[in-house]
Nanobody
């Protein structure tokens, strides 16, 4: 089993920044793929960004230039730094881990962008 714990969410001003963290523990492989998704009320869950074990990244087109995904393999932690936040970034952000043929999800962390 893999456990994922997100942190770093909260209230931010438009144009501000937030850095989310997802700490993974359990039986994850060193080749695990990590990612962030988000879901706003009434909307489908959507991909934000993915990062492979070697650091290869995939970022949603609408978010390119405003976010960076990174990982610290020694700490089994993945990060999502979001910049120039917009109200439409408001959502619950979920961490995902794909390892050993299974997918695991964190409980989510709320991000609210409002003035």
């Amino acid at each position: 089993q893999v456990q994922l714990v997100e942190s770093g969410g909260g209230l931010a001003q438009p144009g501000g920044s937030l850095k989310l963290s997802c700490a993974a523990s359990g039986s994850l492989s060193s080749t695990a793929s990590m990612g962030w998704y988000r879901q706003a009320p009434g909307k489908q869950r959507e991909l934000v960004a993915l990062i492979g074990s070697a650091g290869t990244t995939v970022i949603a087109d609408s978010l390119k230039g405003r976010l960076t995904i990174s990982r610290d393999n020694a700490k089994n932690t993945v990060y999502l730094e979001m910049n120039r936040l917009k109200p439409e970034d408001t959502a619950v952000y979920f961490c995902k881990c794909s390892t050993r043929g299974l997918q695991y999800w964190g409980q989510g962390t709320q991000v609210t962008v409002s003035s």
